[in-house]
């Protein structure tokens, strides 16, 4: 393998029932910086069925070009037709880094595009560069155990691939007057050749959803206490219309369904306004809530490592402090009349 | 029907603690146990044994002490534990690691045609979900993964309809067998172990197959040198700046707090119930 034969960088733009997932548009704004370091172009791959109208969204997040593959067997997601279509394309292009989001679909997708491309595929980044010197990808991810991360590089083998996770990532601003090239491949495909089948796409949008899109979310950690005392978290999430996140220990004790965790292994929010309670700040945790807007700590340790990441810090005594904070919330409700909200 | 179930040894991170200065594992600190993705996709099988008959059959790649996770498997319900351990596989990456499991799985469908292999979602160290779509991809059969309902096995037409959780919801997929599938915690409950399989554990002695019990193997797809991705550096990641510390009293903090909040229209505003 000649690895200078490949070059540019590579977007997975990931699409349901016709809509660009968020994490695809996050990923051209660090794909941008990607390949403007490495002087090379920033491509968009689309796949689907019918999707023409999405490639001048992906070339106004950023891409210089974008690579369509439209067919009717691509309709839904299927791991056989997918990758089928990516590897046409990864063949006959060489771009020299591809990166994924890493939802279900494009986690399940990257890894079987890695297992024929014969390379290398890092799962879950959280942090993106590249060494200008030897064009190598720089992708980090939290490491087992613990406040470190690993940097995971692939220097043999082409193309460089990497999962991202959602949120993590920031989104250029869209500009409508930035222009691009299409460029249509086609494939063949048979429905009859395939051998599984979506019956159904079912939508239900459970709590889960409602922690990623709430705009004030209140999360309590392990130093709580117990089940009692976790009640003070949502006593204060009702007070102030928040929605009731918990670290991996919350979650483990039971104090919490597993749709409500935060961090690596759950959710990742990024709310307006993150309370973070009695929690210690590890880095799993906090690639799941660390692009919050406004991040308040309470911890009674002040050297929590949550405060490194938190805009305001009171070091105190959780249970000490949340029944004052819900007594002066609810003053201000009475005084002003009204419901507390979110703009 | 035969199911192949891949089982992972993993250290409990729930007890691994690090040590804050030197920032690294405290490994005395963490016993060894059997992935809990993998232990529900054991008890997957043998919820779909009680439906079908068959054979489950256990494989794990690692070292010798892996067994067991895979006596662990057995004491579930499984049929048959392999294990493959060999220095050879040591430092594989994922692709590494399909590669050698596939080749397992090649040498035990000789015996006994496989019908469905089941991962779990993820192992809860290496943490990268890529080994369950790699050995399907390997094998050549469909991967379905982040599985939430095995709901129907039609062995005449040899299909399985199977819920797939999404990033919002689910989808139902109709697949054809062979497949693999890699599952998701909430498919199911960890049943307790009837006393008879808890005493079949125990004298369990798995199959235990190194490289050369293996056939048509490529040596350089193994462990390390059949690895492109390899781990740059470890580094804490840089600190950020932290914020302002609220300073006081519990209600001279909190007032400041409310007060910083107030001056912050846009993020939290009171609106009036008229
Ligand atoms: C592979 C892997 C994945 C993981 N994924 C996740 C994940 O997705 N999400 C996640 O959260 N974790 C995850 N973890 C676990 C993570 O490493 C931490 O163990 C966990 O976040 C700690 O939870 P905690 O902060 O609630 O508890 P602790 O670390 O025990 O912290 C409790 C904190 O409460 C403070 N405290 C105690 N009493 C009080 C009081 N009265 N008032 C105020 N403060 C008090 C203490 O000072 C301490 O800082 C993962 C770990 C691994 C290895
Ligand atoms: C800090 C760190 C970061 C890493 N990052 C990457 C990375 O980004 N990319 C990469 O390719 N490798 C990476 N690795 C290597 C990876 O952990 C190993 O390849 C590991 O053997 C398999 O990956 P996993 O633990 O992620 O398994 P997963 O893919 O998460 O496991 C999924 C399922 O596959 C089955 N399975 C996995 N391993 C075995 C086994 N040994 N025996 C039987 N069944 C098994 C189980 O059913 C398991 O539930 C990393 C390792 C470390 C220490």
């Known amino acids: 393998m000649n690895l200078d034969d490949y070059r540019g960088v590579w977007i997975f733009i990931e699409q349901n029932d016709g809509k660009i997932e968020g994490v695809s548009l996050e990923l051209l704004g660090a794909g941008r910086k990607l390949a403007d370091k490495l002087q090379v172009p920033l491509s968009g791959f689309l796949l689907g069925s019918e999707i023409k109208s999405l490639a001048n969204q992906v070339i106004t997040y950023g891409a210089d070009q974008v690579y369509m593959v439209d067919h009717p067997v691509l309709k839904n997601y299927r791991t056989e037709s997918y990758m089928k279509g990516v590897m046409l394309l990864a063949e006959k292009y060489k771009p020299e880094i591809i990166l994924y989001g890493a939802t279900p679909n494009g986690k399940d997708l990257a890894s079987a595009v890695a297992t024929d491309l014969n390379t290398g595929l890092t799962a879950d980044t959280t942090m993106l560069d590249v060494d200008v010197d030897n064009r190598l990808l720089e992708a980090s991810r939290p490491a087992f155990g613990g406040n470190i991360m690993a940097t995971i590089l692939c220097k043999k083998h082409r193309p460089q691939m990497a999962t991202v996770r959602p949120k993590v990532m920031k989104a250029l601003e869209p500009d409508t007057a930035r222009l691009g090239k299409i460029i249509e491949e086609k494939i063949s495909l048979k429905e009859e050749d395939m051998r599984t089948k979506v019956l159904r796409i079912v939508n239900d949008v459970t709590k889960k959803a409602n922690l990623a899109d709430a705009h004030v979310i209140v999360c309590g950690g392990k130093g709580m206490g117990d089940l009692q005392n976790f009640q003070l978290i949502h006593e204060l999430a009702d007070t102030i219309g928040a929605s009731v996140g918990g670290t991996r220990d919350v979650v483990e004790a039971g104090w919490l369904p597993h749709e409500q965790q935060v961090g690596q292994t759950g959710e990742t929010v990024t709310p307006k306004i993150y309370f973070a309670i009695g929690l210690s700040g590890a880095i799993q945790h906090v690639v799941g809530m660390k692009n919050s807007e406004f991040i308040i700590a309470i911890n009674k340790d002040p050297n929590a490592p949550i405060f490194d990441v938190a805009t305001y810090g009171i070091v105190g005594d959780a249970m000490e402090i949340i029944p004052k904070l819900i007594e002066q919330f609810k003053q201000l409700r009475t005084e002003k009349g009204g419901e507390i909200s979110y703009a | ?274």
């Open chain 2, 1 to 274: 029907m035969h199911i192949v179930v891949c089982v992972k040894q993993v250290p409990d991170t729930k007890i691994i603690k690090i040590n804050p200065k030197t920032n690294t594992l405290d490994r005395r600190s963490a016993p060894a146990i059997l992935n809990p993705y993998d232990a529900h996709a054991v008890q997957e099988a043998v919820k779909i044994k009680e439906k079908t008959g068959g054979t489950i059959s256990v494989l794990s790649m690692g070292p010798p002490q892996a067994t067991a996770v895979i006596k662990k498997s057995i004491e579930i319900g499984a049929d048959l534990g392999y294990l493959i351990s060999d220095r050879a596989f040591a430092g594989a990456d994922t692709l590494a690691t399909s590669y050698a499991l596939s080749k397992a799985l090649e040498r035990i469908s000789k015996d006994l045609p496989v019908d469905m292999v089941i991962c779990g979602k993820h192992a809860i160290d290496g943490d990268t979900g890529q080994v369950g779509p790699g050995i399907a991809r390997r094998m050549d059969i469909p991967p379905i993964t982040n599985v939430i309902e095995v709901s129907e096995v039609n062995q005449q037409e040899k299909t399985v309809l199977i819920k797939r959780k999404l990033t919002s919801g689910y989808e139902l997929i109709q697949s054809e067998l062979p497949c693999l599938l890699t599952v998701e915690k909430e498919i199911n409950d960890i049943e307790y172990s009837p006393m008879p399989n808890m005493i079949k554990a125990a004298r369990y002695e798995p199959i235990i197959w190194a490289v050369s019990d293996l056939e048509n193997v490529e040596r350089t797809q193994l462990g390390l040198k059949g690895s492109p991705t390899i781990v740059g550096k470890m580094f804490t990641p840089p600190r950020p700046e932290g914020g302002i510390r609220l300073e006081g009293s519990a209600d001279e903090q909190v007032s400041k707090l409310m007060e910083v909040l107030m001056e912050k229209k846009d993020l939290l505003t009171i609106q009036s119930s008229k």
